[in-house]
T-cell receptor, first 114, second 120 residues
């Protein structure tokens, strides 16, 4: 089955700096790669996703890149703010007709210091 | 749109009792829902896929007789933890997709608020 590895497990940056989180996946048939942000005790919230027919996607300060050949994808957060502090999870899935069996990475705990 | 509601948000039960958790899609129909479990400071681990009108599909290592899943309608899936033990204490989260969001591609997965189960 699919296996998703995520690095680093913790990341500490100064406010205004950029943060990069990287994930690799094992199943070459995976075609959907979302990123979730989870604050303590709350549900994961989708922040951005990318599909296998696209190499890069950007939404304001957040961007995701996908390298299908290498089977890795990354989350980039620019101009970080303290409210970006949370646990971020990458995930991957394959399926048809909207069957979303998502497999998650281990998570990255991001701390943004003022 | 695409709101997933989960109830209860937290529950404390005694060892040996059973607990039922409900997951509802409020503004869309979900033929498939997913149940995840998350231990403190760990990732979300897929437990099972709940299919409306048919049996659930369980991930390897998840006991189907212990974690009973029922998906009787297009808007409701339930997870019952039977004969709960302290090691079952965890954060259980359901999720579902509104397929109308994505047509031929995978559509975004939306999560419920989760249920924190504590077994004493």
């Amino acid at each position: 089955g699919e296996n998703v590895e995520q690095h680093p497990s913790t990341l500490s940056v100064q406010e205004g700096d950029s943060a990069v989180i990287k994930c690799t996946y094992s199943d070459s048939a995976s075609n959907y790669f979302p990123w979730y942000k989870q604050e303590l005790g709350k549900r994961p919230q989708l922040i951005i996703d990318i599909r296998s027919n696209v190499g890069e996607k950007k939404d304001q300060r957040i961007a995701v890149t996908l390298n299908k050949t290498a089977k890795h994808f990354s989350l980039h957060i620019t101009e970080t703010q303290p409210e970006d502090s949370a646990v971020y999870f990458c995930a991957a899935s394959r399926g048809s007709g909207g069957y979303n069996k998502l497999i998650f990475g281990a998570g990255t705990r991001l701390a943004v210091h003022p | 749109g695409a709101v997933v509601s989960q109830h209860p948000s937290w529950v404390i039960c005694k060892s040996g009792t059973s607990v039922k958790i409900e997951c509802r899609s409020l503004d869309f129909q979900a033929t498939t829902m997913f149940w995840y479990r998350q231990f403190p400071k760990q990732s979300l681990m897929l437990m099972a896929t709940s299919n409306e009108g048919s049996k659930a599909t369980y991930e390897q290592g998840v006991e189907k007789d212990k974690f009973l899943i029922n998906h009787a309608s297009l808007t409701l899936s339930t997870l019952t933890v039977t004969s709960a033990h302290p090691e079952d204490s965890s954060f259980y989260i359901c999720s579902a997709s509104n397929y109308e969001d994505g047509s031929s591609y995978n559509s975004p997965l939306h999560f419920g608020n989760g249920t924190r189960l504590t077994v004493t």
